[in-house]
């Protein structure tokens, strides 16, 4: 499997970046696909947003903190979710993860444990 991110780069307070992700070797009909960001000097990645992907929908979830001002979508038949990152804040300064895995129960896992299939990580950055 194999995820590759692209989109990220630098901004100013209150503006906008697309992150995309697209995946090849997932095999599978429905699948959990999401990002994650990892601040500076911190091991943990927290989870922004996850879709749950099938053939004619998508579910989606959100971040507390995030939901207003990401939008996280797909293109099934590209195997691609993007999001699209508005109302940017300096405090969304992060390297953020592409992350993708079978569903389970149904649903998609909100932590980065659980997911087994990670991109290379791209680097967003918010000037104040």
């Known amino acids: 499997v194999n995820l590759a991110e692209s989109g990220g780069g630098s901004v100013q307070t209150g503006g906008s970046l697309r992150l995309s992700c697209r995946a090849s070797?997932?095999?599978?009909?429905?699948?959990?696909m999401g990002w994650f960001r990892q601040f500076p000097g911190n091991e943990d990645r927290e989870a922004v947003a996850?879709?749950?992907?099938?053939?004619?929908?998508?579910?989606?979830s959100y971040a507390d903190s995030m939901k207003g001002r990401f939008t996280i979508s797909q293109d099934y038949a590209k195997d691609t979710v993007y999001l699209q990152m508005d109302s940017l804040k300096p405090e969304d300064t992060a390297m953020y993860f592409c992350?993708?895995?079978?569903?389970?129960?149904?649903?998609?896992?909100?932590?980065?444990?659980?997911?087994?299939?990670w991109g290379q990580g791209t680097q967003v950055t918010v000037d104040s």
């Open positions: 992350a993708a895995r079978k569903p389970y129960g149904g649903m998609c896992p909100e932590f980065s444990y659980e997911y087994n299939n």
């Open positions: 070797g997932l095999n599978m009909n429905a699948k959990c």
């Open positions: 996850m879709i749950y992907m099938y053939l004619g929908g998508g579910d989606t």
